[in-house]
């Protein structure tokens, strides 16, 4: 299953099944599971962890280092979870000391050609990358979330689950669940209500997540009144617990 023109260090640990490419490149402290295809040309440094089911096409780049003028060679992480397809010239670095030490993607994701994973970030599962998404350090996605392409989002910025960014949108501050967002800088302009049905959203929830929309963006009050409307139909919603908790927790403060 590796081809006789691949590079495997002798300290990397794949699974029986996994396939590797002519010419690719697979260095020490790296563990890849089983079902794993990684195409020609491409590269991974550890230490990094790749779960099982993944497609790796060719000239990707995996757990190399961050390009980070602070990091000094320290072991930090990339560790990848399961059925994720990274298309040709994906980048996706390892983590900083000056975080948490490691970048994490989940589950059933999808990156396009050209995008980019900076360091310490966190992907959760389910999401699509179009061509040439960029992200910078620290940036934490939700799950379900789309990305347009040569959409970018700045370092420490969060984007909510379910939410949608358009093509070429540029984000400076948090992004709440279920929000579609577009521009330069990016502000918001709908709920991602067609995404939410295909995931199987009622249409009494999606209701519930516009009028929830409406207060925070459409009726002149301050975030905290609008936070303190929401808060009776939070208590008994948890679509609307996540939109609330979100926004409170925001130290960005959010798209608007």
């Known amino acids: 299953m590796i081809d006789s023109h691949a590079i495997v260090s002798p300290r990397a640990q794949l699974a029986a099944d996994v396939a590797v490419g002519p010419f690719s490149v697979i260095g020490p402290d790296v563990r890849i599971g089983p079902g794993t295809i990684v195409g ?13 089911g993944n497609r790796i096409h060719q000239f990707a780049s995996l757990g190399d280092a961050p390009q980070d003028k ?55 599962c389910n999401t699509v990358f179009a061509n040439c998404v960029s992200l910078a350090g620290h940036v934490e996605i939700g799950d379900w979330v789309i990305l347009g392409g040569l959409s970018a989002v700045h370092q420490h910025c969060r984007i909510g689950a379910h939410a949608f960014l358009a093509g070429g949108a540029i ?8 929000i579609m967002v577009a521009g330069n800088h990016a502000v918001p302009h709908a709920v991602n209500s067609e995404g939410l049905k295909r995931r199987g959203y009622t249409e009494e929830q999606i209701r519930g997540i516009r009028e929830a929309y409406r207060l925070i963006y459409r009726c002149d009050l301050r975030l905290s009144e609008a936070l303190e409307r929401l808060e009776p139909a939070a208590a008994q919603r948890p679509e609307l617990r996540l939109f609330v908790d979100f926004i409170r927790s925001s130290t960005r403060s959010i798209v608007r």
């Open 171 to 178: 984000v400076t501050r948090d992004v709440p669940p279920y």
């Open 40 to 52: 020609p040309h491409v590269v991974i440094n550890g230490p990094t962890t790749i779960g099982a």
């Open 70 to 124: 602070k990091y000094g060679g320290e072991p930090t992480r990339l560790e990848i979870g399961d059925r994720n397809v990274f298309r040709e010239s994906c980048t996706v670095n390892r983590g900083t000391i000056h975080d948490r030490g490691v970048t994490r993607i989940g589950d059933d994701n999808l990156f396009m050609a050209y995008s980019h994973v900076a360091h310490d970030c966190v992907v959760g």
